[in-house]
Structure formats: structure tokens, C-alpha cells
């Protein structure tokens, strides 16, 4: 089987990538626009193998998205290039109305005139096509109750433009879907954190800020809640959904494991100290430098994911533990200085966005 993977050099797309080579007999073809967050060096131990092939190719242009899918006849689309930090949407809000909107409309448009030109020419091929749109818990909005949790059935309220743009999306899928038989599925993740993350997103960038010496920001009073997904398990989850789930459906993806944004730092602070205590503050420890900051404008309270729908019908569930991906993610970061330290050369230094 061949799998279209948009965004595949992105942190959740490499991890994607990477697992459907190593760990599967899958063929992958990787399209990806490398703006600042794409990095193919998240996927050099994949870039030589055979089954493999990069397309450098924005998801908003039509003519090199339709030729990519005339030259690979994919049997599978998995749609993760997206424009993804919720600060970087209050900062611009454009850039993610053009990829998240435009360029899924896009993609859905040549996805559904390659499926029905399949239905002439294989039909057996376009039986078993699928398109799997992957997307936020973000689009559910805040949770209130401290008891629920989102489902596949909690009502849309996005909160920033960047989760406007995701639920968006998802009703255009939704919508291909119903209007037109384009075969889709969706599914809705949690937070993310592992290997290869870009360094402006809360994990990594604690990591590497503790390592410099420079203060660990803290929005508000930390007390936001998040669900964490270690993101191979999250890769795992989503070929499961992709060549598994029921056309139609939408599948909540969760790591049960829900921490503050205080309690996540603290974590972190403490594995330094363990594992790299020749960079604490002199004195004392990581935790030394948490400093916080005003909160984000708009910022939700409770993120929480009931991930039963995907356990029970695709007989996934994580299998890392908080406390054991945490451990990896950080153990990972002090033995690939080399890869961050090069993201860092680039366009992203550090600095806090979203600030109004």
C-alpha cells in the first residue's frame, strides 16, 4: 500500500513517516512545503530507504498537489500540514487561514477528483481509498466541569484563530465527506510532545531554555490544564486510524495524562537536575528559573480527551506513561544538540509570540 503524508517532515509527520518505515511494509510519499517548522533532518534514518519518496510540494497549489497524486496513485491520504502554534495565530493570523482553510479545500478538491478518476479507471483501488484528515482537541474550546472530558461529540468553540482554522477544516472534510462520497475519516489529538519538536512549543522550549540558563516562562499561574501524548504513540494511533477506521467517523486520540502547565515544568525541571546537573543554576536547580509571565490572550483552562471510541473499535492505547515519554523526550534533547541547536540558528530563537 502507498500513503500520501502531508506535513511529513513536521514534528507529528515525521514521527508518522518514520513509523510507517521502520515498522511497517507500507510505501510513503512525504509532501511537505518546508516552511519554518518543516525539518528533513527529523527524517534522515528514512531519507535513502526505497519505499520512501519527498515531494516539495505546498498543499495550496493545485497543479503540483494534482500531479503528485497522477505520478504516486496513493491508496491512502494522511492530511497533517498545517500551520500549528497558537501564538504564531495571534501573531498572523493569515498564514493559518491559507493552509489550514485554503489549503485543505485544495487538497480535498484533488482528492476527490483523483478518487473519482480511480472509480473509472480501478475500481477496486478506489474502494479502498481513504483520506484522514488529522486535527486538534483545540477546536472543542475550554472545558469547564473539572469531570468531562471531549468526545467525538462535544460541540465545536474554538478559542484562537489557529483552532478557527483547524475546526474549520474539519467541516470542510466533514462536508466532502457528505456532499460529495469522498471516503474520510478525522481524529483529534491531544497535546503532543516527544523527539524532533520544533522548540517553540512549551516541552522543548522549557528544555533548551533550562540548558541555556535563560528563565522558564510560565503563562498566567500555570494552572492550565493539558492532556499529553507522547507523539510516536500519537504516529501509532493515526495508521491505525487511517487503515482501520470507518469512513465517516472521528476518532478522539488521548494520552490519559493530564497535567498543569506548573506540573509539566516541574517534571522537566527535576529530570535536569538528574540528568544534567552541570547546567543548573548555581545554588540550586532547574526550577530556579520559572518566571511568570502574563497569561496568552484567550488562553483556554482545561484541555481532557476521552480517547474510549479509539480503544474500543481500533483497539489502540498509548503506551507510554507521562513520566516514561518525558524521560525519553529529555534524554532525547541532550543527545541530539546538534539537531535544535540548527533549528535554533534559523528563524526561531526563543523569543515569546502572541503577545498583543
Not at 303 to 311: N, Q, V
Request: aromatic share 10%.
Amino acid at each position: 500500500m502507498k500513503i500520501l503524508v502531508t506535513g511529513g517532515a513536521g514534528f507529528i509527520g515525521s514521527a508518522v513517516v518514520r513509523h510507517l518505515i521502520h515498522d511497517t511494509e507500507h510505501a510513503v510519499v512525504n509532501l511537505d512545503a518546508l516552511t519554518y517548522a518543516g525539518n528533513l533532518e527529523s527524517l534522515s534514518g528514512v531519507a535513502d530507504h526505497e519505499r520512501y519518496v519527498f515531494e516539495h510540494v505546498d498543499i495550496t497549489d493545485a497543479e503540483a498537489v494534482a500531479r503528485v497524486l497522477g505520478e504516486h496513485r496513493p491508496d491512502v491520504i494522511m492530511h497533517l500540514a498545517a500551520e500549528s502554534h497558537v501564538d504564531r495565530s495571534i501573531d498572523g493570523p493569515a498564514a493559518f487561514m491559507h493552509t489550514n482553510i485554503m489549503g485543505t479545500y485544495t487538497l480535498l478538491e484533488a482528492a476527490r477528483t483523483y478518487w473519482q478518476g480511480l472509480q473509472q479507471s480501478a475500481p477496486e483501488k478506489a474502494a479502498g481509498f481513504r483520506f484522514h484528515h488529522v486535527s486538534t482537541d483545540e477546536v472543542y474550546g475550554d472545558l469547564e466541569d473539572p469531570a468531562e472530558l471531549f468526545t467525538e461529540e462535544t460541540s465545536y468553540a474554538p478559542s484562537s484563530p489557529y483552532s478557527a482554522s483547524k475546526a474549520s477544516s474539519d467541516h470542510l472534510v466533514r462536508a466532502w465527506q457528505r456532499t460529495f462520497g469522498l471516503p474520510a475519516v478525522l481524529s483529534n489529538c491531544s497535546n503532543n510532545y516527544g523527539p524532533y519538536h520544533f522548540p517553540e512549543k512549551l516541552i522543548p522550549l522549557m528544555i533548551l531554555n533550562a540548558l541555556a540558563g535563560k528563565p522558564l516562562p510560565v503563562y498566567g499561574n500555570g494552572q492550565q490544564v493539558r492532556d499529553w501524548l507522547y507523539v510516536e504513540d500519537h504516529a501509532r494511533a493515526l495508521v491505525r486510524v487511517a487503515l482501520e477506521g470507518h469512513n465517516g467517523e472521528t476518532y478522539n486520540i488521548g494520552g490519559h495524562n493530564e497535567k498543569t502547565n506548573l506540573e509539566v515544568v516541574h517534571a522537566l525541571c527535576d529530570l535536569l537536575d538528574e540528568l544534567a546537573p552541570e547546567n543548573a543554576p548555581r545554588g540550586g536547580g532547574y526550577r530556579e528559573l520559572i518566571t511568570f509571565v502574563a497569561d496568552r490572550p484567550g488562553h483556554d483552562l482545561r484541555y481532557a480527551i476521552d480517547a474510549g471510541k479509539i480503544e474500543r473499535e481500533l483497539g489502540w492505547r498509548p503506551e507510554e506513561t507521562f513520566s516514561t515519554g518525558l524521560r525519553k523526550t529529555v534524554e532525547w534533547y541532550l543527545h541530539h544538540r546538534e539537531w535544535w541547536q540548527r533549528v535554533q540558528d534559523g528563524s526561531y530563537q526563543g523569543q515569546r509570540l502572541g503577545v498583543l
